[in-house]
């Protein structure tokens, strides 16, 4: 049989929390820097499941996923290898805590993410932002 290069499947995890803060972790592994929570899917895995084990693996918090927002597909958004991810928004309580291969877990208020953010996770947030702002959600 052939092998085949495929893209792989990630999910990635907007975390509001109370007081209108969003959790991003700092990636242990490069690329370094602050990203959404998130990471491969694991075969036989649903993506709901993925988002919300790969958001308690890196931040400690259980995750009530409210809906399923966009995919982004863009085969340079990793450096790595082309993936494409389904992103997610849940809701948590409490702090995060840094545990898996991220460095730290931080809320930061929506209004003071930091700039230095990896893969497309910028356009992610900016996306995100727009939506609660607008209610639109990007287009394709």
Known sequence: MPEYRNPK?????IIELPGDRIVLIRRANPPVGWALPGGFVDEGEPLDKAAVREAREETELEVTLEEQF?????????????????VFI????????GADDAAEARAFPVSALPQDL??????????YLTYKRTGKRRKL
């Open 118 to 127: 990896c893969f497309d996770h910028g356009t992610i947030l900016a996306d």
């Open 90 to 97: 849940g809701k948590a309580q409490g702090e995060p805590h």
């Open 9 to 13: 499947p990630t999910v990635d995890c």
């Open 70 to 86: 966009f995919t982004y597909s863009d085969p340079k958004r990793d450096p790595r290898l082309h993936t494409i991810s389904t």
